[in-house]
């Protein structure tokens, strides 16, 4: 009995551990296939959005972030380009830049509109959805506004515009002698340049240079140049308003049949993905850069009245535009400011006054208000940011160097969408974010670089 009581006893036990092992068996099966939903695979990942230029909520963005960084490093151990190939992409970058500086008189203005369009198109679907009127005439009304505006603008700082010109040789000789002092410095560094010179083109076996003229020698040609570049500028300025209004009438119906052309489901949600980010990052930019500098205006306006700078609305408009420029825009209009107060004040210290105020005001919108409204959404790595600037000012001029922070935005969304340039647009992007841990609530940095 003893014998025959132990079998079943030992038949429970054993079907006791089979049924542990099973137990286990189903909890480390769960874990994998969570861990598989925490590690989506590549295929996977494709069908996600990668992260925004401009971010909205901080815990999508940081799991978009990771999941982009693990299709980023898949595209770089998937690409591999011999060396006939990189050489190969050199030439055709090299192409394309040289394309874009020889036909800049027909390009940039046809750049520009598209930019701008960016930012108007959403406005003319409000305009036309709630009036029901034709996206055309819509289009139409909008930039005879623009241009009503700017004329206006115009029109206003033109009669003091050509007044501080006109009296710009008196003023001129007015400020030499209050720059008195500066005289020796000044003939120090014009003897020290010369001399340097001179040394550069003995050892390149040049004669030697020629004294360099002064500077109010060269206020002549300041008019026939402004003459000269007349009718190239109003050539560009009819281009861009063609172009931005079929851009704003017809501009979906482009969009609509370049992504019919797309072969398969997967390239036509990345077209309408890259065009869709593009438009809503790129109009949000301008809205929000547009917006800061009519208040730059505007105060600068105001500052320039109670100083008693003459002509405040000339330099306030001055400043607005400026403001576009990052960096050298504020720049610029703080030495102008100073050269307006030097002509217009009788002491060198009251110059200052003006110039000083605008660089409170810069400070005060480029490092507080303008960052709390972009910097934890816009980003883009800073360094490459000036390198764009100052690509783009020595290939197109001012409004290239205007153009230099959207291009560089469109080009990292284009990138992130794209599988093979993602790296590309890892390099754009800003500064990493804080890594939040699994409940969401503590950022954490991450400890090593291969945490990224």
Known sequence: MRHGGTVPLSDHRGGGWQAGEKG?????????SSQTERAPSGSELRKRPPPSV????????????????????????????????????????LSVFYTLRIAAGIVLPMVMAVVTNLMLVSPVRLVTHWFRLPKAIVALLLILTIFGVFAAIGMAVSVPAAGWLASLPQDLAAAQVKLSILRGPMQLIETTNYRVQSLLSVAAGDHAPQAVAPITAGLAPIGSSLLLGTRAFMGQLFTFFIMLFFLLAQGDSLLRRFVEIMPTFN?????????????????????????MNVL?????????WLVGVPNPLLWGVAAFALNYIPIIGPFTGIVLYFFVGLLAFPSVMHAFAAPTIYLCIHLLEGETITP???????????????????????????????????MLAVLKIVCDHVDSLTPIGHIIGGPGRLHLSPDHRHPTWPAHDHDL
Not at 56 to 68: L, M, N, S, Y
């Open 296 to 304: 730059v205006g505007v105060a600068n306006f105001i500052q320039c």
């Open 24 to 32: 286990r068996a189903d909890m480390q099966d769960k874990a994998t």
């Open 54 to 93: 401009l971010a909205t909520d901080p815990v999508d963005e940081v799991e978009a972030e990771r999941e982009q960084q693990v299709r980023m490093h898949e595209a770089v151990r998937r690409t591999r380009l011999s060396v006939s190939q990189v050489c190969l992409l050199i030439l055709t970058i």
């Open 372 to 406: 709390m409204l972009l910097a934890r959404r816009f980003t883009l790595n800073p360094v490459l940011v000036m390198a764009s600037l100052m690509f783009w000012d020595w290939m197109w001029g001012i409004t290239g160097a205007f153009l230099s922070v959207p």
């Open 267 to 291: 390239d036509k949600r990345r077209a309408v993905q890259i065009a869709s980010r593009i438009e809503r990052n790129i109009s949000i930019y301008l809205a929000t850069i547009t917006m």
